[in-house]
């Protein structure tokens, strides 16, 4: 329940702070600083190392791609069913096919399953940064630039550089040299510190504006994302026959909402913002109802 509370209490303080304008408009960006520079990769170093490792792993590995592609065949059909243009296209697959599997997953899993579980969560955690930052920049050069085109190199510097990648590598690597059982209430008290910042964060971010004349997309993205993608992953693991925790969490990381990255892509390829924007703020919203809904039907499943 305390849990509960949190995620609750954390964002609604970001929304008040924001609206009251008792926080710079930037303060976000501090914020995440820390998360993905210390915070995430301390998780990384947390749990990585005490993942037991089989075949079953791979599994939230192939769902994360499973979504992004199956977003692509989603969003094309609906975009030429509604004659929208590339760009409108292009926005709508950003959006809908990366989940929010740590600024919303990891406090959500914490609250529904237990810490112990966010080893499995990281995996799909950094899998989908691997696809946003390859997939999803593909999409959005296709639908914001002239030429769409993309540079190998552009995508290998987005890999390399990113804090949490890092982290979880590092903790893969490290962990196989160097017993950090004597650091373990380091990244404890850095751990600790994910949720309710991120949750803080998510809060100064969401914005709600002028969402009537763009309520037919938000509506299909957030049909995607939030009941489509998760139904794909749970018929998947059944057809493979993929059980346990690693069934339950990957089909739960399917149906987090959007991810608040895909906002500030969308704004460097000259997406539609504000489309991303009300995207990721509602579906932030509806997916505090939409998970509890499949934690019922995971369990009842698996």
Known sequence: MVNFVLIAVCILAGMIFKETKSIHPDAHKGINTWILYLALPAVSFKYLPKVQWSPEMLFPILSTFVIAIGCFFFMMFYSRQKGYSRRSRST???ASGYSNTSFIGFPLISAFYGESLLSIAIICDQTM?????????????KGGSKSGKVSAIFILKRLV??????GCIAALVLSQFIDFTFAEPLFDKLAATVSPLVLFS???QLKFNGWKKLLPQISASMFYKLIL???????????LGIKGDVAKISVFEAAMPTVVTASIIAEQFRLNTKLTNLIIGFSILVGFITSAIWYQIIEMIF
Do not use: C, H, N, Q
């Open 202 to 204: 998510v809060g100064l």
């Open 161 to 166: 550089t990113f804090p949490p990648l890092i």
């Open 229 to 239: 993608a998760p139904i794909m992953i749970l018929g998947l693991a059944l057809l």
């Open 92 to 94: 709508l697959e950003l």
């Open 129 to 141: 940064f691997f696809a946003l930052s390859t997939l999803g920049i593909i999409a959005a050069v």
